[in-house]
RNA sequence: GCCCAGAUGGCGGAAUUGGUAGACGCGCUAGACUCAAAAUCUGGUUUUCGCAAGGAAGUGCAGGUUCGAUUCCUGUUCUGGGCACCA
């Protein structure tokens, strides 16, 4: 009886589903976890093993939880709205909802077969209208609210017009205009119209323009992914920036408290820094500089102590003062820059620093204190999104303005003294400020103090927190996403959920559902597809948002819905969430460090704010899993073949070359040269070719490094026979080997079907099966940590698997379980790997715990134990990492009759685990030299004497007496002499 | 350019709180079983000097703190992730 995973498995899956296993409820007595895997965009690639490394830690974690005794929700779903699937419809014409359809049910397929205890009724899809319809009802909710600053939380709009007819705005300024104030009677003479204008600048959700990447030829806004080195990624047309009407997400009134509740969270460090570090607040001052010719440029400086070493200022150019503030002389130049400027993206704008641009606007500002002209340039270095897109150049203080100062030749005034030494930016915040006015001889902390006292009081500006974060932008112009439930009635976006729109049923009912289109091409001027349907787009009220949702909507409130997934009148009901909470750990890529993870953390706390929930964190911890690097295989192709005349060279299957990698690492070497040259030669005799090929040798041929399927290679060997089935080009391969191998070249990049290097984890569970495959994965090392796949090692976890099998099964005599009682050893191997296995499950270590296992296996199995004491708590034990393996030695082997997944995980004996006596190392100056055991309740004086007395001590000793004697119970002893 | 992370034998990695560097597995190697192979089992395997006993060096690189550093600090190199419309 051998371990038969190919009849184990198929099995078990088949027992769990009709048994329904793996569905949770919303009601049990037992304590509630909710474990949760980022959301997969179910690519047309399929899933390659990188994918399942973390929904195979989440597995064993969510098993282990439940064998623990918690109610476990541990859903799975898809992010089905995307720029890929519509790509694919652009190029084959195939509707995305078909392609997307396919894609999930690929990936579903593999997922199976991996074994996942996924409740698969609760599966959510964001393409799915029933998904959606929650999507908009949501983003009307961020419509309908605004943000109050006096008690931090989220309001409903009614409640702001409640505000404006009592008592205008003057307690609550606009976020998007400072200067708008009215009162209460004003507020009540303003048109419709207006009221909505104004009420927008105030919404969480609100129209307002921005830069997208417009591409003419294509006629269509593409994204940052689709532009490639200043052009179209698809036919490499020019591409600019263009303004245009968006959707956006007023994130940046939830900054503080963004930033403020990250102390909450158990996250990594890294992660929070991260985030932090988007949200990037800063301290400092706002101050408007006069110009020569009226009008102010105010900037944001966040040391504002440097205010005397102004030299120059510099605009964005796209800052609107720009067309107001130049001279005629300038004009054309500044004109010219800024088309310049069009073509770059932010990333180039921030990264370059080598080559400094800028352009003088030919306008001057009046120093506030020292009455100096002082210049104002624009440059690309300054952008719009950022403070207040213009900022006061200090060259002496900060390295960019420095270089730019040199750059242009603008004379540097040293606030530093001897601490600016002409070269460089003096950048420090220590030393005292000179030639600074009334700030000369203060350190920085005070003249910042003193500083923003003095601009306040001359009323040029104030103190001000400035955030780096900026509002999300929530449109995309395209088809293959949630439509808005807005209408424009007289151009004014009205929500569907809105007098007059409500009036009518059609009109009012969500979802609004993404109409079919036969074509993908997007609508006139940049706008996208759904502009085409002008049946779908002219409504009783008005026009349509034609824009769509971005990904990001669907997926910053998934883990919500997964909790009431069926539910139909309401986004998930609240008896629903109360239960389940927060997602008590979350497992995902840090690349959604900044994106996805504060969307959401966005949306919680709107959420929580408007009563929908009941809690404003939506991930407790989460974990970060690393990615699964491809390991590309190069083989080293020898172009040594030429012919001079034939045409037939061309159809005529020749032999072709490859060197092993070692020839290719020393090709330059003579010896190399001539003995693959002789190679060559000697194997191409042997083709007998008709000389009137006119074929010939070449005296120095080249070598060029070829990508080659991972999947016929086996460790660094080529599998040259596999290599020439591969395709029928490379049939007549001729492999120039070292110690008869040929060893491939292998380098670390991302998996991709274009490198070769995928690896489907069909294949590996279909060679191992899907046991061998999770806890190999497992094994590979830390899940928080990045790596090359590598099948080489999958063997050792399998004949692990194997040999825990026969303690077991024997092959001839079946289940060989005993009842016979466990011997002490037998049970300290036992509990020690319970021990083991239960703590670094609980801190995600699970490479240490399948070393844990393959230890006890051995170690029992060199005992020879088949003994039902000890192996049935030790199935139980595996259970989340080999679940097939387990459930049937349980219910096969060890004659229960439910599944293993309602077994309780074993705890362990204190008393198994605990040793009474130490091997020490015994070091002499931090060197070890012998090891001594003692026991562990061993007074430290007598430990002492004996180490003195050890020989082998006192040799290293010399005669020499000890200064010092360190000892740390249970951990070694030093001797210092 | 900026932010974050990582680097340990031939390879994946272990060392959880500053305390024996290399657990476990792969690979390699020697042997047992076998007509043979597969499977399985036993031993060896950081480098280097040495017949051995035993020594020396060693955790990307350069310094530092400490009785003691893979672990803490400073600097630095390389690799990976993110940088706001890929998801």
């Not at 073949?641 to 020393?666: G, M, R, V, W």
Request: glycine share 6%.
């Amino acid at each position: 009886m051998e371990y038969d995973f190919r009849n184990i498995e198929p099995k078990w899956k088949e027992y769990w589903e009709k048994n329904q296993v793996y569905k949770v409820s919303n009601q049990s007595d037992k304590p509630k976890f909710y474990i949760l895997d980022m959301f997969p965009y179910p690519s047309g690639a399929g899933l390659h093993v990188g994918h399942p490394l973390g929904y195979i830690a989440s597995d064993i974690y969510a098993r282990y939880k439940r064998l623990k005794g918690f109610n476990v929700l541990h859903p799975m779903g898809y992010d089905a709205f995307g720029l890929p699937a519509e790509q694919y419809a652009i190029e084959t014409g195939q509707h995305p909802a078909i392609t997307t359809e396919q894609n999930i049910k690929r990936y579903r397929e593999q997922l199976d077969k991996i074994g996942f205890c996924f409740d698969w009724s609760r599966e959510v899809k964001t393409s799915d209208p029933h998904y959606y319809k929650w999507t908009q009802w949501l983003f009307l909710q961020l419509f309908h609210s605004w943000y109050n600053r006096k008690e931090n939380k989220t309001k409903t709009i009614a409640d702001l017009v409640n505000i404006f007819q009592t008592e205008g705005n003057k307690n609550h300024p606009c976020p998007k205009d400072e200067s708008l104030s009215f009162t209460k009677a004003e507020w009540e003479t303003y048109p419709e119209k207006e009221k909505r204008d104004i009420l927008m600048k105030y919404r969480i959700a609100y129209l307002d323009y921005a830069e997208v990447w417009w591409c003419e030829a294509l006629g269509t806004v593409l994204a940052n992914d689709e532009v490639v080195n200043g052009v179209s990624e698809r036919g490499g047309f020019p591409v600019e920036r263009k303004q245009m009407r968006q959707w956006f997400l007023r994130i940046t009134e939830f900054a503080n408290r963004l930033l403020n509740s990250l102390d909450s969270l158990e996250w990594t460090e890294a992660m929070k820094e991260m985030q932090r570090n988007w949200i990037g607040k800063s301290n400092g001052a706002e101050v408007k500089f006069k110009l020569e010719k009226g009008a102010e440029i105010e900037v944001f400086t966040t040391r504002p102590d440097t205010i005397f070493g102004v030299d120059f200022m510099v605009l964005a150019p796209e800052h609107e003062l720009v067309d107001v503030i130049t001279t005629d002389e300038q004009r054309k130049a500044i004109e010219e820059y800024k088309q310049y400027v069009k073509s770059r993206s932010e990333r180039e704008r921030m990264s370059e620093v080598k080559q400094i641009t800028g352009c003088f606007t030919g306008a001057y500002a009046i120093h506030p204190f020292t009455g100096n002209k002082i210049p104002v340039w624009i440059s690309e270095y300054v952008l719009a999104g950022y403070g207040t897109g213009a900022i006061m150049a200090v060259p002496s203080g900060d390295q960019r303005d420095h270089n730019f100062a040199k750059h242009f030749n603008i004379p540097i005034t040293n606030i530093f003294d001897s601490l600016y030494n002409g070269n460089e930016a003096y950048a420090d915040k220590t030393g005292k400020l000179q030639n600074s006015g009334f700030l000369s001889g203060m350190d920085v902390k005070n003249a910042i103090a003193t500083a923003i006292k003095a601009i306040e009081e001359k009323n040029i500006g104030k103190r001000k927190v400035n955030y780096k974060l900026r509002d999300a932008g929530f449109s995309r112009q395209r088809y293959w996403g949630e439509p808005f439930p807005i209408i424009y009635v007289d151009g004014v976006p009205y929500g569907t959920d809105e007098s007059p729109i409500k009036e009518n049923k059609e009109l009012y009912k969500l979802p609004v559902e993404l109409p079919h289109v036969d074509s993908y091409k997007p609508g006139p001027e940049g706008q996208g597809p759904l502009a085409n349907i002008t049946d779908w787009v002219n409504t009783l009220w008005g026009k349509r948002e034609t824009n769509t949702m971005p990904g990001y909507a669907g997926s910053s409130w998934y883990f919500l819905r997964y909790m009431d997934p069926h539910n139909d009148n309401e986004f998930a009901s609240r008896k629903a969430i109360d239960y389940w909470g927060q997602v008590d750990i979350y497992i995902g890529g840090s690349e959604h460090a900044v994106g996805h993870l504060l969307y959401s953390r966005m949306w919680t706390k709107a959420m929580y704010d408007l009563g929908l929930i009941g809690f404003d964190e939506p991930f407790k911890k989460l974990i970060n899993q690393g990615m699964i690097q491809g390991s590309t295989r190069f083989i080293y192709f020898v172009s040594a073949l030429y012919s001079y005349e034939n045409e037939a060279f061309k159809n005529f299957h020749f032999p072709q070359f490859y060197i092993s990698k070692h020839f290719f690492d020393t090709y330059n070497l003579d010896n190399t040269k001539n003995y693959v040259l002789d190679k060559i030669e000697e194997i191409f005799s042997k083709y007998n070719l008709p000389s009137t090929l006119g074929v010939q040798i070449s005296k120095t041929p080249t070598v060029v490094p070829i990508r080659v399927d991972v999947n016929v290679v086996n460790g660094n060997e080529l599998d040259t026979e596999a290599f020439k089935k591969l395709r029928p080009e490379y049939a007549n391969a001729e492999f120039i080997k070292e110690d008869d191998k040929y060893i491939c070249g292998s380098e670390t990049e991302k998996m991709s079907k274009s490198k070769y290097n995928v690896v489907n984890p069909d294949d590996i569970v279909e060679q191992y099966g899907a046991d061998t495959f999770r806890m190999y994965e497992m094994f590979l090392g830390p899940v928080e940590m990045s790596k090359p796949w590598d099948t080489k090692g999958i063997e050792g976890v399998h004949r692990f698997l194997k040999k825990m099998w026969r303690s077991y099964a024997d092959e001839q005599k079946g289940w060989i379980i005993t009842d016979e009682p466990a011997t002490e050893a037998e049970l300290r191997i036992l509990h020690k790997t319970l021990k083991k296995i239960s703590e670094d499950i609980e801190r995600f270590a699970f490479n240490t715990s399948v070393s844990q296992l393959m230890i006890a296996v051995n170690e029992l199995s060199s005992l020879n134990c088949h003994k039902k004491a000890i192996l049935q708590p030790l199935a139980i034990a595996i259970t989340p990492f080999a679940p097939h393996l387990a459930e049937e030695l349980w219910q096969k082997c060890l004659g229960n009759t439910t599944s293993i997944m309602d077994a309780t995980f074993p705890a362990y004996e204190e008393k198994y685990v605990t040793e009474n006596s130490k091997k020490y190392p015994v070091s002499v100056n931090g060197k070890p030299r012998v090891e001594i055991e003692f026991p562990l309740d061993m007074e430290q004086s007598l430990i002492e004497k004996e180490v003195l007395s050890n020989d082998t001590i006192k040799k290293w000793l010399d005669g020499k007496e000890p200064k010092k004697i360190i000892y740390v119970k249970g951990k070694m002893i030093n001797v210092v002499v």
